[in-house]
């Protein structure tokens, strides 16, 4: 195993989040505030509560989540996609360092700048409305889970694009909708019957269900199959990656 | 001075791309340790191609790569260890500062921190006082050194610099010249592909001549010049002549750029030059001259040469 390579890599990345300390922290930070105080003031006084917790209260998991998403994707999509369009990728393909120690490298960093960023976004919601975490255990096992497979996510998705336009469409056109549909500023249980049944088609649901039943014990599908989703996804995830570096895709010809 | 052990295997290396055009055939070489072999082609002969295949940048198509006896596939972290590669482009991190950069590729080819050595391979390249400078602020000589710099940070066996000095200014290519020297005198094994021919001639012990992706030549540069390389006698004649006479058609003679020049092209390695021989019909022929020299053909002159015969 080379350590030094993983450690390199891994340092590199949480550099460029030093550099970039607005864009990676303090942006999310300001957005989330923003969606607390249009959700949670504007529209949670019209929706009191919903399964005996505030409105506030109960979208904080579905915000953590929406940034924890979208940051994990956009942090690993350009740590790989940035090499390969400066050209400095030949270090990384020319280097002793397997899949694993590259994957591990770069995921590893943007799942815990995600990580980082989820805490900071718990911690900012707590200055607007009054937060529970009934099973702080699981609640961190679903951020690391959730930031890990949405990482590997992002650097498949960094892998694949070749401009980008294509780097920006999936999270823009995919991700976010998904997020907003998948119950971030609601229970599913409150759409029609037909909606209900299309939504558990969403994966976001079950990351977004477990998440909040850690918080306040409420879900809108068991907590088994959330981990069992949320597992699932971080294995194709992973069998993805592992062709990508096997058949060279996008990286060498 | 070079080794006899191979440090780099070659054999039947062989690439085809996807859209079918085949860029390396049945490419076979080996490398002594410690030598300094230059790769001169043409542009798109198969040179940048061969030396991705070996540091694994790209994959072959068929044939295998040896690096100290270990297979580069197989054996990728042995192999990629020991080699250094200083690629064509300008391809540098852009926020980084150097010696991050640096560190970086220590790292990345899995060696431990070492602030001292660092430290002397910017100073050998000049780039002390520039360590702590962002890249994007740097000029592209200082960049090209940069990337020598990141392919040494790992204390290589073996460094490939793909066109080292393509736009580098006169004073900067001598200074690296004189790296690429010291390297070898430090045992570092340098393959470098070049455009200045002047620039193998300088520093190559073995010379490869690659193109259309067939490796057509390789030879020891002294041996090249002398076996390949033309001789020429210049006589600068008192009176320009309107053409040559014919009674010295025997000795192939050709009219100079300027009127006056009188060029005779011989091997000096032949048991007669001819030149006597020359300078007796001249005379006879009534032609004088008022200065003469020899010039030894360049290796821009064979490989120009050579590569018109190929084609």
Not at chain 2, 158 to 178: N, Y
Request: hydrophobic share 45%; charged share 20%; aromatic share 10%.
């Amino acid at each position: 195993m080379n350590w030094h390579g993983i450690k390199a890599i891994y340092k590199f990345e949480m550099a460029r989040t030093r550099r970039t300390l607005f864009q990676s922290i303090v942006s999310p930070v300001i957005s989330t505030s923003l969606y607390f105080v249009v959700f949670g003031a504007a529209i949670g006084s019209r929706i009191t509560e919903i399964d005996g917790v505030s409105y506030g209260s109960f979208i904080v998991p579905g915000l953590i989540m929406l940034s924890l998403l979208t940051e994990s994707i956009s942090n690993a999509s350009f740590g790989i996609y940035f090499p390969k369009f400066s050209g400095t990728i030949y270090e990384l393909l020319s280097a002793p360092v397997s899949v694993v120690e590259v994957v591990v490298g770069y995921v590893g960093a943007a799942a815990t700048k995600s990580v980082i960023l989820g805490g900071i976004i718990l911690a900012t919601a707590n200055f607007f409305v009054d937060v529970q975490i009934l099973h702080p255990y699981w609640m961190f096992l679903f951020l690391v889970l959730t930031a890990l497979t949405f990482s590997l996510f992002g650097f498949i998705l960094g892998v694949w694009a070749d401009n980008w336009e294509k780097l920006a469409i999936v999270p823009t056109l995919v991700i976010t909708p998904l997020t907003f549909l998948g119950g971030s500023f609601y229970s599913i249980s409150m759409l029609p019957p037909v909606w209900q049944t299309v939504t558990l088609f969403n994966p976001v649901v079950y990351l977004i269900s477990g998440f909040r039943w850690s918080f306040y014990e409420n879900a809108d599908v068991a907590v088994g199959l959330s981990v069992m989703m949320t597992c699932g996804f971080l294995l194709v995830c992973i069998v993805a990656v592992w062709w990508i570096f096997k058949t060279g895709y996008r990286l060498r010809v | 001075m070079s080794g006899e052990s191979p440090v780099l295997q070659v054999e039947n290396l062989n690439k085809i791309y996807d859209d079918g055009f085949e860029a390396l055939k049945d490419i076979n070489l080996e490398i002594k340790e410690g030598e300094i072999f230059a790769l001169l082609g043409p542009n798109g002969a198969g040179k940048t191609t061969l030396i991705n295949i070996i540091c694994g940048i790209v994959n072959a198509s068929s044939g295998r790569v040896l690096v100290n006896g270990y297979d580069h596939v197989t054996d990728f972290r042995r192999t990629r260890s020991l080699i250094g590669l200083v690629p064509q482009e300008l391809t540098t991190e852009t926020f980084e500062s150097v010696l991050a950069t640096l560190a970086f590729s220590r790292g990345l080819f899995g060696k431990p921190p070492d602030a001292a050595y660092l430290e002397k391979v910017l100073k050998s390249l000049s780039l002390w006082n520039k360590k702590d400078n962002v890249i994007m602020t740097l000029s592209g000589g200082m960049k090209r050194r940069v990337l020598i710099a990141k392919a040494l940070a790992h204390e290589p066996r073996v460094l490939f610099l793909d066109e080292p000095t393509a736009g580098v200014d006169v004073e900067l290519r001598q200074d690296m010249w004189q790296v690429v020297r010291e390297l070898r005198a430090s045992g570092v094994t340098v393959i470098l592909t070049t455009h200045y021919i002047e620039e193998a001639e300088q520093m190559a012990d073995r010379i490869g001549v690659i193109n259309h992706g067939e490796l057509v030549l390789v030879q020891e540069k002294a041996r090249l010049m002398r076996e390949l390389g033309k001789k020429q006698l210049i006589l600068y004649l008192d009176d320009p002549l309107p053409e040559i006479p014919r009674q010295l058609d025997a000795f192939d003679l050709q009219m100079g750029s300027d009127p006056d020049e009188l060029i005779y092209s011989y091997d000096s390695q032949a048991n007669s030059t001819g030149i006597t021989a020359l300078l007796n019909e001249l005379r006879q022929a009534g032609i004088h001259f008022s200065d003469l020299k020899t010039k030894q053909s360049s290796l821009e002159e064979i490989f120009v040469d050579l590569v018109k015969r190929i084609r």
